[in-house]
């Protein structure tokens, strides 16, 4: 009885295997931290600060927003969370090859069913000289961003990979929804199998406010009844801020593994 009893705890537990997370942020503000704490997070600099060649500011919240989705899925069961990273504006710390690296770690926890990625920092907005593969991807610390095609070849070339594994990637970035579109968009006999799903921060036409989206969208995953959004859209004087969007390739609006429960998010559009 016994043994029987030994085997079937063995069998439950094989078959929760739950998630990992990683969250990543890119081009915060050197000196403006909102007054986060640094604690659990690896905040790098490569090089001594200076102006980022490219042109784009340094952003105030990152370090507070990756911080805020790292408390929470700490809250919830079934989760291991990897210590995040968040590299600061020009200091060329967070590059292109690192974030490749860091998410080919990610998805390498074989035993794991869902892999979740959660990106805050500079999205790629569209334009005239940029093709549409590149709306949405994300602003590294060098000249190279990580594009969608980037991050569904390090998928597909997981160790280990198994059919009923699911790859979520949270973007709170500007003109994320590309990356949602470019979802939609791989042909359906690949699309079927692929397995992932993408939440955005907003359409790819749009930017993400700083301070808004991850803070809502986070609480979501605690408390779905109460949801703060119309709270935050009254804190910034009635304006119509972004519509967060999201395509799973598996349908529904959520994923499970074990006790670990994670729920997708849209806002109807105009």
């Not at 503000?29 to 986060?36: D, F, L, Q, S």
């Not at 910034?236 to 598996?250: A, I, R």
Request: charged share 25%; hydrophobic share 35%; with cysteine.
């Amino acid at each position: 009885m016994a043994e029987l009893e030994s085997q079937m705890r063995s069998a439950s537990l094989s078959e929760r295997n739950g998630a990992v997370a990683l969250c990543i942020g890119s081009s915060q503000h050197p000196y403006k931290r909102e007054g986060v704490s640094t604690s659990g997070v690896d905040l790098r600099s490569k090089r001594r600060y200076r102006a980022a060649l490219r042109g784009d500011e340094g952003l105030t919240d990152i370090l507070k927003d990756v911080q805020t989705f790292k408390k929470v899925l700490e809250h919830l069961p079934d989760v291991e969370v990897l210590r995040p990273f968040v590299g600061k504006a020009g200091s060329g710390a967070l590059t292109r090859g690192l974030f490749l690296n860091k998410m080919l770690n990610l998805v390498s926890h074989s035993d794991k069913e869902i892999f979740l990625l959660y990106y805050a920092g500079h999205g790629l907005r569209g334009s005239s000289l940029r093709s549409p593969e590149e709306v949405g991807a994300f602003y590294m610390e060098d000249t190279a961003p990580v594009t969608f095609a980037d991050m569904m070849k390090i998928w597909e070339a997981r160790p280990g990979r198994k059919r009923r594994q699911r790859l979520i990637i949270v973007a709170d970035s500007c003109h994320s929804g590309g990356l949602v579109e470019q979802l939609k968009n791989v042909p359906k006999r690949e699309r079927d199998v692929l397995n992932v799903g993408i939440q955005a921060a907003c359409l790819a036409n749009e930017f993400s406010e700083g301070g808004i989206f991850t803070e809502v969208f986070a609480q979501k995953q605690l408390k779905r009844k109460n949801f703060m959004w119309q709270k935050l859209k009254a804190a910034h004087k009635g304006q119509e801020v972004q519509y967060p969007t999201f395509y799973c390739t598996w349908g529904g609006t959520s994923a499970s593994s074990g006790d670990f429960e994670f729920h997708f998010f849209k806002r109807p559009t105009r």
